[in-house]
C-alpha cells in the first residue's frame, strides 16, 4: 500500500481543514486507516482511527469532537474533517494503514505510512 496525504495548509484559530488520504494497493478496503500527527520536537502521535467499513471509529482526547474520519473504499481514500482548529493542532499529519483488523493507536502497529501534510493554525 502507497499512501499520499495532502490537504495541509494554513488556517486561522477556529477554522477547518479536510486532509485527504489516497491509497494505492488492493489491501486498502481491508486496512484499518490511522492519522497521526507530530509537531516540532514532539514525538508522533494517535489523532484517529477508522475500521476497514467505515463503521467503527477512535479518537484522540485531545480532538474528540472536533475531528471526524471517514473513508470511500470505492475511492481508496481516508479523510480527516478538521474543524475549531486550535493552535496546538500545529503538525505534519500523516494517515497510515493497518493490516491488523483492530483499530490502534500505537505508530508501532502501522505498516504503511504517506509522506504527510502540514498544518498551520496560527493568527
Known amino acids: 500500500v502507497q499512501l499520499q496525504a495532502s490537504g495541509g495548509g494554513l488556517v486561522h484559530p477556529g477554522g477547518s481543514l479536510r486532509l485527504s488520504c489516497a491509497a494505492s494497493?488492493?489491501?486498502?478496503?481491508?486496512?484499518?486507516m490511522g492519522w497521526f500527527r507530530q509537531a516540532p520536537g514532539k514525538e508522533r502521535e494517535f489523532v484517529a482511527a477508522?475500521?476497514?467499513?467505515?463503521?467503527?471509529?477512535y479518537f484522540a482526547d485531545s480532538v474528540k469532537g472536533r475531528f471526524t474520519i471517514s473513508r470511500d473504499n470505492a475511492k481508496n481514500t481516508v479523510y480527516l474533517q478538521m474543524n475549531s482548529l486550535k493552535l496546538e493542532d500545529t503538525a505534519v499529519y500523516y494517515c497510515?494503514?493497518?493490516?491488523?483488523?483492530?483499530?490502534?493507536?500505537?505508530?508501532?502497529?502501522?505498516?504503511?505510512w504517506g509522506q504527510g501534510t502540514l498544518v498551520t493554525v496560527s493568527s
Open positions: 497510515a494503514a493497518d493490516r491488523n483488523p483492530t483499530l490502534s493507536t500505537w505508530v508501532s502497529e502501522y505498516d504503511y
Open positions: 494497493g488492493r489491501t486498502f478496503s481491508s486496512a484499518v
Open positions: 477508522i475500521n476497514w467499513s467505515g463503521g467503527s471509529t
